[in-house]
Each structure stands twice: as structure tokens, then as C-alpha cells.
């Protein structure tokens, strides 16, 4: 992948967030409860390698990927905390997973008997989360019997290790509980059936973590948005600790003119302009994540809001000045600037998504820089 080190438009990652969200959701937890960092998408487009050591400086004591090869990219990187891997996982990598201690979530009998096979030779056994579907409808047993015999097969097999076991909450960043409170209680029915627990008993995500906590029995939590400094909820909910958000993306002006009434801005002439007015292009486009839907949108420059003209290309925009600016003229897409800021929950309602895939969404040719 090419990275644009040789443009002006920079995506800013502020560590010191990261770790003031880690260490405030640590405060809200039970001292036994432990915090894994959830560091799948390249910790939610934050930089994987970066945020990792970030979050285990602040207290993260293991990580959540959700893909195999995310887990070894931080296992190359040099961390050997545990890492788990959300998404289901070939049974064939499974020699590869317990080499290199990468835990595996499981939820059907016939992963675990398909990687037993791949397992016979291998000296390392493999850690194990099982995962229970309480209602997300995604990956994990939703029947007692089921899990049982897993159970049973992982208790008979020198090849596994029980190391955890959790579910997923699909609406614990809603005010209305009724089903947070279903997929509760059906998460009790489903491991009360298991003569022993495993060392991670995990089901809380940041929504969790942040409105839900304490929770019986739980001893880690699975936490991203938050960490990140995004509300899960959107709006919804007020977090219990102002989050810090860790994101902002700024970029400079590199070309500026002057247009006149009744020229026209942009792929499809979809902008013609009403009065002579100042015109100012930007190099972030689509390519990097600024998506074609922000048109209407604005970015900030000298803390005053300028709206987009016409559509976004692949790699420019263009934005209305207030006055005649010259190239080299900061410009604010994510962040604060003066009194205003924009933030990735305006972008992603701009857009009507969420922040989330807002975030993860920028992509690799933007170049990152840290502030530790
Ligand atoms: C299984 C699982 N746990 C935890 C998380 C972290 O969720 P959040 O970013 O809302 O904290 C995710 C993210 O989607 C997930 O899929």
C-alpha cells in the first residue's frame, strides 16, 4: 500500500486519548476484571501496532482482533499478551493459532473436531473461547446440549484448553433493556449448564462496559468504540466519563482561485456558483475515506465552517472560502478548530452510518501520525 507522506493531509491519533479512555473504564470495573483492548480493523483505523502498545500502557492486559492475521501482526509486533480472535477462524490454522498462543472462538462441535485433527502433531495446545449466540444471531451455540458436548470434547482432548467463554450484546447501547435483559438471562441458562467456567468469562462490549456493569460472574471486557473516544450508542446515552475522542484529520489548502457567478465546480457541474466567490482544493478524496456522501458536508478553517462545493472526487474536494486564502492554509476535517469542531458522529450522520465504520473506513493511504 502507497502512503501519501508527501501531501499535506494527515490523519492525527492521539494516544493520550486512548489511554485516558482505558484507564476512566478500568475506574468504572471490579478489580478482577480485566480490560482486552479490541484492536480488530486496524484498531478501528487507528493503527493497530500503535494502539496496542498505547493500550497496554494504560492498563489493557489482552487484545480482541477479528481475524487471524491481525492477531499475528501483533504477536510479529512483539506483544505477547493474550489475543483473541473474534470471527471464526479456519480449523485448518489451528496448529498456527496455538504456536503462536492466538486464542480461537468456537461455536459449532465440528470446528473443534475439525482442528483436532490439524492439532495432532502440535505440541502447544489450543485456547479456546466459546462462543454463545444469546441472541446477536451471528457465531455461537444456542443450545445447552450443544454446548455440553463441546464442553465434554474440550475436557477429553489434550489439545485444547478452555480458556474462555462469551456472548455478544446487540443492543446494550439502547436505553430500552428488554433485550440486553433476554440476552442475559439466556446467557446464565446456557453456562449454569457447565460443570466448570473457564479462566475469561466475558460479555461486555464498551455499551456493556460503560451502562451495564457491574455484571455477575464477568471477569474481562471486550472494549473498543469507547477506547477510541466514540460513544457506542451515538447519542443515545451519556457515557458515565467524557470520552476522549483519539481521532482528527486535517489537511491544508493546496490550490486556491477565485470563480465567478454562473461557473460551475465539480464532476457533473453539480455546483454552479450564485456570486463571484473564493475557491479553495483540498487532496483527500474517496480513495482515503472521505466518502462521496459528505457532499453537502463542510470542513473548518480558521474555525470557520466551508462548505463543500459539487461532489467529492477520488482524491480532491473542493470548499468555499470566506476570503482570498493561500495555498498552505490549514483545514480541519475531523477535529476542533477555534470554537468549532467536527466530529466522526457529524461525518457519520452526514452520511447515515455510524462513526464507527466512519472511522475504520479511512484508509491506508493517509499517512498517521502519533501524539504520545
Ligand atoms: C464480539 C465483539 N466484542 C466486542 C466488540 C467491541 O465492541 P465496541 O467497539 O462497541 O466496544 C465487538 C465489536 O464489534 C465485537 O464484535
Known amino acids: 500500500m502507497v502512503v501519501g507522506i508527501h501531501r499535506p493531509s494527515v490523519l492525527t491519533i492521539d494516544l493520550k486519548a486512548i489511554q485516558y479512555n482505558i484507564k476512566e473504564a478500568i475506574k468504572l470495573l471490579a478489580n478482577q476484571v480485566q480490560l482486552f483492548m479490541v484492536v480488530k480493523a486496524n484498531a478501528y483505523g487507528h493503527g493497530l501496532v500503535e494502539t496496542a502498545n498505547a493500550a497496554k500502557q494504560a492498563g489493557a492486559t489482552g487484545f480482541c482482533v477479528a481475524i ?93 484448553i478452555f480458556d474462555g467463554i462469551f456472548t455478544h450484546f446487540s443492543t446494550a447501547d439502547m436505553k430500552d433493556d428488554q433485550y440486553f435483559k433476554k440476552q442475559l438471562a ?43 473516544g466514540l460513544n457506542p450508542s451515538g447519542t443515545e446515552l451519556e457515557p458515565p466519563f467524557e470520552l476522549h475522542p483519539a481521532m482528527s484529520l486535517s489537511s491544508e489548502l493546496v490550490f486556491t482561485k477565485q470563480i ?42 480558521d474555525g470557520q465552517k466551508c462548505d463543500i462545493l459539487g461532489r467529492i472526487c477520488m482524491d480532491q474536494i473542493m470548499v468555499r472560502l470566506p476570503k482570498d486564502y493561500l495555498p498552505g492554509q490549514q483545514v480541519v476535517l475531523v477535529g476542533k478548530s477555534g470554537n468549532q469542531e467536527i466530529t466522526l458522529q457529524q461525518l457519520a450522520d452526514h452520511c447515515q452510518t455510524n462513526h464507527y465504520e466512519i472511522a475504520c473506513g479511512f484508509a491506508e493511504r493517509l499517512t498517521k501520525k502519533y501524539l504520545h
Do not use: C
Not at 503462536?100 to 502447544?124: F, H, T
Open 186 to 228: 439466556k446467557w446464565h441458562q446456557l453456562i449454569s449448564t457447565l460443570p466448570k467456567l473457564p479462566r475469561f468469562v466475558h460479555i461486555s462490549n464498551s455499551a456493556t462496559t460503560l451502562w451495564h456493569h457491574p455484571l455477575e460472574g464477568v471477569n474481562m471486557v471486550r472494549y473498543g468504540a469507547a477506547g477510541y
Open 260 to 301: 465567478k457567478k454562473g461557473d460551475s465546480v465539480g464532476y457533473g457541474a453539480t455546483y454552479t456558483a450564485q456570486h463571484d466567490e473564493f475557491v479553495g482544493t483540498i487532496p483527500i478524496g474517496y480513495a482515503d475515506g472521505y466518502r462521496r456522501n459528505l457532499d453537502g458536508f463542510y470542513v473548518l478553517i
Open 68 to 160: 487471524l492475521d491481525e492477531a499475528l501482526e501483533l504477536r510479529e509486533s512483539g506483544i505477547s499478551d493474550p489475543i483473541l480472535v473474534l470471527g471464526i477462524t479456519s480449523p485448518t490454522d489451528a496448529k498456527l493459532m496455538a504456536r503462536n498462543e492466538i486464542a480461537a472462538s468456537v461455536g459449532s462441535l465440528d470446528w473443534l473436531v475439525q482442528a483436532n485433527k490439524n492439532l495432532q502433531a502440535e505440541s502447544k495446545p489450543l485456547l479456546v473461547h466459546l462462543a454463545l449466540d444469546t441472541g446477536m444471531g451471528r457465531i455461537g451455540f444456542r443450545e445447552s446440549n450443544d454446548l455440553l458436548q463441546a464442553y465434554k470434547f474440550l475436557e477429553e482432548q489434550p489439545q485444547f
